[in-house]
């Protein structure tokens, strides 16, 4: 796998990624047109072009990951008027995961507020300062001596970049998680951190949707999270729009905004993560071997619901935005 562009080529990333207009070369998505079966393919300047019918014919989407980027990266310089416009298809989730691994209590503002919020609680008389730079230096030592938190989510919870949420009938405080997603490209076993990239295929954004008052069972507070009960129900990971190649991101800097009913609820930066890329897939191949296609999301910036005293509800419209990588739009609607 390539390198991110911060090492490949220096200060040169800022020719690929400014802001969030910004587009890469090509991206790679599933599509699927008047309910036929779905296609890979090449999304290239707001057109998309099955890969059945370009050069890369044949590769394995992930599998076969470097000869497909390198095979698309000269052919799709000349065909950027090929295809059909995406408005025209139906865009779903770019990747279909064997595995899908999730990290929690990964972004230093986010912890920081919600370790302040609890002692707060637990101790009101105390000075709010204090507590936040008593929590900001246990988070640098966490990010210096700690180790990630992750676990494992199901793939049937992924839907689509444009697909309704379902907010299902138990629970009552479905929340948002803008986060940004790794598709692995490589199988690894035990990847030390200065070999992780070489197991990138490339980035994505993901919804993290979780219903918050499930997370905890009262019933046996002894026992830890109920992630299968608060975080799968169908629906609760909208994935894509596309995965773009790791040959164009730098993960370490990039923009994420969350947008409800187009109120910025989320704008956080990845470089706000205690363990960053390289850092969570050299963990989580400690515990089980990643496999191409596998997906990898590392934890959300703070101004969650529970922040802002606020859940989704029917008829909301969430907006998810990551440099470089597209814009999700997902209404939710009752189950």
């Not at 057109?47 to 014919?57: E, F, I, K, M, N």
């Not at 930066?269 to 969570?280: E, K, N």
């Not at 997906?295 to 922040?307: E, F």
Request: charged share 25%; hydrophobic share 35%; glycine share 10%.
């Amino acid at each position: 796998m390539t390198r991110p562009p911060s090492e490949r080529h220096g200060k040169d990333i800022e020719d690929l990624i400014v802001d969030f207009s910004a587009e890469p070369p090509f991206a790679l998505g599933r599509f699927s047109r008047d309910g036929q079966r779905p296609f890979d393919g090449l999304s290239l300047r707001g057109r998309v072009v099955p890969l059945q019918d370009t050069p890369a014919a044949g590769l394995a989407m992930f599998d076969d990951w470097d000869r497909l980027v390198d095979t698309l990266s000269n052919w799709s310089e000349d065909h950027g008027e090929d295809g059909v416009p995406v408005d025209e298809l139906h865009t779903h989730a770019p990747v279909v995961p064997g595995g899908l691994f999730c990290s929690g209590a990964n972004y230093r503002e986010h912890v920081i507020e919600l370790v302040v919020a609890q002692q707060i609680e637990q101790q009101p008389g105390e000075d709010k300062e204090t507590l936040r730079s008593r929590a900001a230096a246990a988070m640098d030592e966490r990010a210096a001596q700690g180790r990630p938190y992750a676990f494992v989510g199901l793939p049937s919870a992924i839907c689509g970049p444009y697909d309704d949420v379902i907010l299902p009938e138990y629970g009552t405080q479905h929340d948002w998680e803008v986060e940004l997603g790794v598709v692995i490209g490589r199988t690894g076993r035990h990847v030390p951190r200065d070999r992780a990239f070489d197991h990138v295929a490339g980035y994505t954004i993901v919804n993290d949707i979780t219903a918050r008052d499930l997370v905890f069972r009262p019933d046996i507070p002894g026992i830890g999270s109920d992630w299968l009960a608060s975080k799968n129900a169908p629906t609760f990971f909208p994935t894509g729009p596309y995965v773009v190649p790791a040959a164009f991101v730098d993960p370490a800097d990039l923009g994420l905004v969350l947008r409800l009913n187009g109120e910025v609820m989320q704008n956080g930066r990845t470089s706000d993560m205690i363990f960053d890329v390289a850092r969570l897939i050299e963990y989580v191949s400690t515990f089980t071997e990643l496999r191409p296609g596998d997906l990898l999301i590392t934890g959300s910036p703070a101004g969650n619901g529970a922040h802002h005293g606020r859940y989704l509800q029917p008829g909301d419209l969430l907006e998810s935005e990551i440099t470089g990588l597209g814009t999700q739009r997902n209404r939710c609607v009752a189950g």
